[in-house]
C-alpha cells in the first residue's frame, strides 16, 4: 500500500488482492476467537477523525485498531474544537502534534483526506469523504464478493439506487472493474449523476435489467439530501418501481447493501430477512479488511516515519 | 469623475526606444522610439536601433475586478488592487460594487472615487449595484450614482433574477446611455454545484453546475434587453450556448458586448482533479469544447472584451477542501502573459484581438477614454517583453492576495512598464 489511502484508484488489482489475502489470512478467525487481540500495532497510534455520523465505519475501524492492540483515539467533530470554527487545517495540525501514525477520516467533502494529508505525517485513511469515496467499503465488498464467488472475473453486478450520492458507488464502480467486473447502474436519470458514462459503466432506467447479473448491490436512499429537490415524483411512486424484493432476485443472485439499510424503500422487509442477502458478512468483513489495512499501511510503508519525526510538509500554499 | 487616479509624483517624460509599437485602434504596427513628455505622447518616431524583443501596447482596460473595498481591505484595497493592475499593464480598472456596504449609491460611490484620488495607481472607474444591497428587490440609486460618475451597473456574484426588475433597470440604465453588466446564473439550476457539471464532477463526486445556469439566463437577459432596447453587457461568459445566444440577440439588433476571463479561455475543469481551491471560480471552468468555443468566438471577435474577474481572497479561506472555499481567483497580473503565451504564441488568437479585447473594445464598452498610442494622446501604455520565459509566481504579486489559477504556469510577456494616467505605475525590477 501507498502512504494513504485516499481513493480505491491508490490500489492496483494486485495490491487489493494481497491486502484482502492479510484479511483472509491473518484476521477474519480472529474475530471468533475468545481473545480477540493480536499486539501487532501495540504502541501505534490511531485517531478516527469523524466529521460524519457513522455506526458500521467507526465501529469497525475502531475494534479494528483495538483488536490490533493500538491506541486508538476517536474524535467526533461535532464535541470537537472543529465545532467551535477551527478549519481542518487547524485541526490537523493539532492532532498531528500527538504523532499519530494513522488517521482515519470521514468528512462531509470530497479531498477532505487528500486535503489532510498535506498536514500531517500520519498515514491518512479515507473513511468517506462526501459524496466521493469510501474505499474500505469497496474493499469489503470485494472481499465479501471474493469469498462468496471465487474470482470475480467477468462478473455482472447491477448497482441500484441512489447513485447520485452515493460515494459506495464511485468507489465500487472503479473497485468493481477493477477485479474485472462488469458493472451496469440501475436507477432514474435523476439519480443519475451528469456525465455518469465517463464512469465507465452501463446504465438502465428499470429494474427489469437484474435479469442475468451475479450481484445486485443496493445503494441507501439518502433523503437526507433529497429536500426540496425533487429528484422523485414521490418517494411512494419510487418505491414502487425501484424498490428490491425477493420477486427480483433470481437464484445464485447475491444482493449486497452498505447500510445503513432502509427497509421498504430501496429493500424490501422480507428481502433484508432473507439469505439471498450478505449484508452481515460484509459487516463482518468490515473488521477484518480494516484491520489489513490498518496493518498493511504500516508495514508496507517500511520506514514509517518514527513517532517525533513526523513531517509536515508544504504547510503553506495549496498547489 | 467617471475614472479617477491619484496624482503621485510629476508626469512622466521619457522615450521608450526601438520596441515594437502595436496599437490596431491607431492602425500602428511599426518599430518606433516614443517619446512622453509629462505624461503626453510627443512624437512616434521610426526607430534607428535593432529591435528589443519588446512589445509596446496600449494600456489594459479591466471592465470586472473586485478591489474589495470597502469591506475586506484584508484581502485587497484600492491601492494594492490598482498596484497589482498596474503591474499587470492595465491602466483602467472598473470596480464591482459587491463589497460591503454594497454601492449602492452615490456617497459611498463619492467615498470610494475620494480614496482612489488619493491611493490609486491607475484610473479607477465604479460600477454601481443594480439593486439595493444587491437583494434583487428595489432598484439602487442608479441615477445619483449616473451623475457620480458610473460607468455601469452589476449585482456582480448574483444574477438579478426578478425579470421586473431586470426590465426597469434596463429602462433606469438607458436614461443615462450606460450598460448593465450581468452576472448570468440561473440559481435553481446551478443548484448547490461547485464546479463544472459533467463527466469530471461525476467521477469526483462534486455536484456540478450545468451550463444550461448561465445560457438559460443569458437568452432571458438578452431578450429583455432586445425589447427594451438597454445596452447589456454580458460578464464571464463561459459556455457555448451562451454565445449561440449573443449572437441571436446580435442579429436581432440587440447592443450586446461580453467578456471571458483568461481561466475560462486557457483552463478546463480537468484542472479540478487536483481539487485545488485556486480553480473553484463561478461560473466554473468548463469542458474543453467550451473552452474552444470561447477562443474561436475571442478569434472571431464575438468575444470583444477580455475581462479578469479578479477576485481576492484570503489564504485561509482558500485552503480548505474544495466543497468549501469560496469562488474566484486572481487574474489582474497574469492576464497578459498567459493570454499571449496560451493563445497568440501558438497561432489561436492573433496579437491585434487580444490587443483590441483587452484594450479598446472594453474601453469603448463602458464609454471609457481608449488608450492610444498616437501624438497628443495621454500616456496610457504598457511595455512587455515577449522574449523571456518566466514563472508566474503568485507569492511575488503586489495584490494581496494569491488564489492565482496560474501559480507555477510558464509564460512569456511580463509586463516590464506601465504607465498610467501620464504617470509611471509600474516599472519592473528587469527594466
Redesign the interface.
Known sequence: MNRNLLSINDLSREEIESVLGTAAKDFLELSKRDIKKVPTLRGRTIINLFYEKSTRTSTSFELAGKRLSADVVNVRAGSSAAGKGESLKDTTLTLNAYRPDIIVLRHPHVGAPAFVSRYTGAHVINAGDGKGEHPTQCLLDIFSLQREFGDLKGLKVAIVGDVLHSRVARSNISGFKKMGMKVILVAPPSLLPRGVESLGAKVAHSLDALAGMDVIYLLRMQRERHEGANYLPSMREYISNYCVGRRHVAKGQRVLHPGPINRGVEIESALADSEENMILQQVEAGLAVRMAVLYRIIVDNAVPLAAGEAEVRNIQAVG | MTATVAKRGAKATLVIRDARVFDPASGVDARADVTIEKGIITAVAPAKGKGTGRLLLPGFVDLHTHLRSPGREDEEDIASGTLAAAAGGYVTICAMPNTDPVVDNAAVMASLAEVAESEAHVRVAFIGSISRGLKGEHLSDMWDMAAAGAVAFSDDGQPVFDAGLLRAAFQAALTFDLPLSLHCEDLDLA?AGVMN????????????I?CTAESADVARALEIALYERGRVHIAHVSCARSLAAIRAAREAGAAVTCEATPHHLLLTDEAVR?????FKMNPPLRGEEDRQALVAALAAGEIDCIATDHAPHA??E???????APFGVIGLESAFPVLYTGLVEPGEVSLEALVSAMSTNPARAFNLPAPAIAEGEEANLCLVDIDEEFGIE??RFLSKS?NSAF??SRARGRVLMTIAAGRTAFKHEKL
Open positions: 443548484g457539471e459533467g463527466g469530471v464532477s461525476a467521477q469526483l463526486g462534486l455536484a456540478g450545468p487536483r481539487l485545488d481551491a485556486n489564504g485561509q482558500k485552503e480548505a477542501p474544495f466543497e468549501e503568485p507569492e494569491r501559480a507555477g
